[in-house]
């Protein structure tokens, strides 16, 4: 059943219960609506997709689905020249956390050099503001 099909089947109720002047009890209705919902989203799990609709479903890129197909960690569900993962299959990348900042200053989370350029870029900057060096203006 395709989400078309489910918006089809229920405008047609709606339009003979309508017709006739039936009423429902609601809560026989949502469950109803619900079952047919589950059936759609088991329907969607097992939907076949290419490696180019796998990606852009994952977030990975296709030849690293594709590794991961001639690894065996995914099943491939097609052909070896026209690969198919199943929907329910997929990997998914991980999101970035929205952790809080660690509270460590940039240049404290920086080692060798790096920190030591920004001490000194930092200084320079306090030093021109200041109107410490000459042909700067604040």
């Known amino acids: 059943m395709t989400l078309g099909e489910?918006?089809?089947r229920w405008e047609h109720r709606r339009e003979e219960w309508s017709r006739l002047g039936v009423s429902v009890e609601?809560?026989?209705l949502a469950s109803e609506i619900v079952a047919d919902l589950d059936r759609l989203a088991a329907g969607a799990d097992e939907q076949l997709l290419s490696l180019a609709?796998?990606?852009a479903a994952s977030g990975y890129h296709p030849e690293s689905l594709a590794r991961l197909i001639r690894q065996g960690r995914l099943t491939n569900q097609g052909t070896a020249r026209r690969p198919r993962i199943r929907r329910a299959d997929l990997?998914?990348?991980p999101r970035p956390s929205l952790?809080?900042?660690s509270g460590r200053s940039a240049s404290s989370r920086l080692t060798g050099g790096a920190a030591s350029a920004l001490r000194d870029?930092?200084?320079i900057v306090r030093d021109a503001i200041a109107g410490r060096i000459r042909?700067?203006?604040?």
């Open 6 to 8: 489910l918006r089809q």
């Open 26 to 28: 609601g809560a026989r």
């Open 53 to 55: 609709e796998a990606a």
């Open 91 to 93: 990997p998914h990348k």
């Open 99 to 101: 952790a809080k900042p």
């Open 121 to 123: 870029a930092s200084s």
């Open 135 to 138: 042909g700067v203006a604040p």
